[in-house]
């Protein structure tokens, strides 16, 4: 048992145990939880401490209030006895109206010497100027207040008036009572009050728990939930079923962990292709250098076509070097588009001219339908776009088959076509034609890596515009790229 505490003690002033504890103590259920807390008690003791401040200010003026009738009611009496000169009626009255602990009753005459009392023990004192409210009550002035007992030194209530009759100034009143009683019940009401407040903040703290873990649990959940992001965990989502900004925060969480499993997904796949890519004309690089170094060079025609291999794999494979770069960096965004008036059918003039050649050896020929229209963009990197398609239009167009390109005005765009007379594309097929590396040839013997059409894609929305496709089997494929028209089209003078 002691080994089993002393090693509990050790594990308790491990830093790792400090900073759980940290955590645990520091965590938004502790923090919401402290401050519901907090915010309970300050309410709660300011509500008391205001209703028992106003108990006593309603206590205090209302006997102020009694003290102030009773005196007004006993200088009438004692002035009548004070003006027929006799004294023991006015002795009397303060024996009669006074009590021995709780009120005292004390008449002075207007020299200030003590005429009557009802506490006998004040005879002994000489100067009754220097006790609260007796030099105002001398300059003819009432005075109350709440002040020290002349002999018991409790608290009391007292109020001195001056005495008058037809005008003249008679003597002086002093009536005080003590709040002993009062302070006593007080005290009672204090604690009375005290132990509510603190079954209060015990209640509250129940509620306030229940409240803070039905926030702090979602919460918690979606910290988690963010934490297994971080860690590479996609695809799982979050339950959470509270109609407030909870449960749209977790509907956000589960579409981005969707966004980020098809990246990711996106991201192997990627690897995974250029990684094939890259190692088919390395492969076949290395397999002629091989055939090269072991005797195949002494005949001349063999040596040029493992030549010419090297060098058409070596062509291949810097084209899909470059074809990479410029796919991401159209990705980023880092691409900078040299953005210019450019005219529309100067663009396809440039890029038919520069696949006249291929469409020739294939007998395939081009009908253009393109206004006179002028667009803001980068001619480079458009006649790159136009060029991917017109590629791709070749390969699957048949012997003595049309091509057929038009551009025209739209409202604020342009929208150009490219329509093929080829074999077409199945619907299973088309979304994903714009993918990268995704060729209708699984084999992936025909030309080219993949990549022509998702550039070309990048580059119509670096530009804001839009590229789709359509295709009908055993028809054809068409392909329409819409492009904004920035300014007038009228050329400049």
């Not at 910290?223 to 959470?240: E, M, P, R, V, Y």
């Not at 890029?351 to 480079?380: C, N």
């Amino acid at each position: 048992m002691v080994l089993t505490d002393r090693r509990q003690q050790d594990a308790q002033s491990t830093p790792a145990f400090k900073v759980f504890n940290w955590v645990k103590w520091n965590s938004f259920h502790s923090k919401l939880l402290v401050t519901y807390l907090l915010l309970t008690a300050f309410g709660t003791l300011l509500m008391a401490g205001y209703i028992l401040w106003a108990f006593q200010s309603y206590f205090i003026r209302t006997r102020q209030a009694d003290l102030n009738d009773w005196t007004a009611a006993l200088s009438e009496s004692i002035a009548d006895a004070l003006e027929e000169g006799d004294l023991n009626q006015v002795n009397v009255i303060a024996q009669r109206f006074g009590a021995a602990e709780t009120v005292k009753l004390r008449v002075f005459a207007t020299n200030g010497t003590l005429i009557a009392s009802s506490d006998p023990g004040d005879r002994q004192i000489k100067n009754w100027l220097q006790f609260p409210g007796m030099k105002e009550a001398f300059n003819q002035q009432i005075s109350q207040g709440i002040a020290k007992g002349i002999l018991s030194r409790d608290d009391r209530l007292y109020i001195t008036r001056p005495i008058f009759r037809n005008g003249q100034f008679l003597g002086v009143v002093r009536m005080s009572i003590t709040l002993q009683q009062f302070q006593n019940q007080f005290t009672k009401l204090v604690w009375a009050v005290f132990g509510a407040l603190i079954l209060t903040v015990l209640l509250c703290a129940v509620i306030s728990d229940r409240l803070a873990r039905s926030l702090a649990k979602p919460i918690q959940i979606m910290c988690n939930f963010a934490t297994q992001l971080g860690s590479g965990q996609f695809g799982d989502k979050l339950h959470i079923r509270q109609s407030n900004e909870l449960d749209q925060l977790a509907t956000e969480l589960n579409r981005m962990s969707e966004r980020l499993a098809l990246l990711d997904q996106e991201r192997r796949a990627f690897l995974a292709n250029v990684s094939h890519e890259l190692r088919t004309p390395i492969s076949n690089v290395q397999v002629t250098v091989e055939a090269l170094r072991s005797g195949a060079d002494e005949e001349l025609e063999l040596r040029d076509r493992f030549f010419q291999t090297i060098e058409d794999e070596i062509s291949r494979l810097a084209q899909l070097i470059h074809d990479l770069l410029d796919l991401g960096r159209l990705e980023a965004g880092v691409t900078h588009l040299e953005k210019q008036r450019t005219a529309l059918p100067k663009l396809i003039d440039r890029a038919v001219r520069a696949v006249e050649p291929r469409m020739k050896a294939d007998s395939i020929s081009v009908e253009l339908d393109v206004d006179p229209v002028k667009l803001q963009g980068d001619p480079e990197r458009l006649l790159q776009a136009f060029l991917n398609i017109l590629d791709n239009a070749i390969k699957h167009s048949s012997p003595h088959s049309k091509i057929f390109v038009s551009g025209h005005r739209l409202g604020r765009q342009v929208v150009i076509t490219f329509r093929d007379q080829g074999a077409g594309i199945s619907e299973t097929v088309l979304p994903r034609i714009f993918e990268q590396f995704y060729t209708a040839d699984p084999s992936r013997k025909g030309r080219g890596a993949g990549l022509g059409l998702a550039i070309t894609q990048r580059i119509v929305e670096a530009h804001g515009g839009s590229i789709t496709v359509a295709s009908t089997v055993g028809k054809g494929t068409t392909f329409t790229i819409c492009l904004p028209v920035m300014g007038s089209d009228r050329p400049n003078s």
